[in-house]
């Protein structure tokens, strides 16, 4: 399983973060497919009963809607940061720390209210359960980020290089 959510991280933000743009109609589509890819792995790992799958999946789907949210902001963090990497400022540093952290805290948050949740629905061992998936999930998808997206000061560093082998 955990090459199969592997190979859907990475499809997924790496198809993302190969584009300094990703329109919403773009990113909706990828997003409906890694979601209903996600959902298939998630169903499989959770080996539900009948009665905590019934009582799960609605939860499910506000959670995820949520999630989505964040989703798309950082995508739109991702952007805004692929489009200044090159002349970044000092304030434009600043701003994308800030959101980028707002950001994460707000994931935290989203999986502790939805661990609650969902523990209320199925219990706690199989809410603990959601939240190791989610987080692993989660987890891949900011390494597949940080391989694809340069560090700043990457880009002058290599236009430096290039210009003294000229």
């Given amino acids: 399983m955990k090459k199969q959510v592997l190979f859907f991280a990475i499809f997924f933000f790496g ?89 994460e805290i707000s994931f935290k948050n989203l999986q502790k209210k939805y661990f609650a949740e969902v523990a209320k629905k199925i219990g706690p061992v199989k809410a603990a359960q959601f939240y190791q998936f989610e987080n692993y999930i989660n987890n891949v998808i900011n390494l597949t980020i940080q391989e694809n997206i340069p560090f700043v000061g990457d880009m002058e560093q290599k236009h430096a290089v290039m210009t003294k082998k000229k």
């Fill in 15 to 103: 198809t993302v973060s190969l584009f300094a743009q990703v329109s919403q109609g773009d990113m909706q589509i990828v997003q409906k497919y890694f979601g209903a890819q996600k959902a298939a792995l998630l169903k499989e790992y959770m080996a539900f009963t009948p009665q905590q799958d019934s009582a799960f999946w609605p939860v499910y789907n506000k959670y995820e809607n949520e999630r989505q949210a964040l989703g798309a902001q950082r995508v739109a963090l991702i952007d805004q940061y692929m489009k200044n990497i090159k002349d970044i400022t000092a304030d434009q540093a600043k701003e994308m720390v800030d959101k980028g952290v707002a950001l």
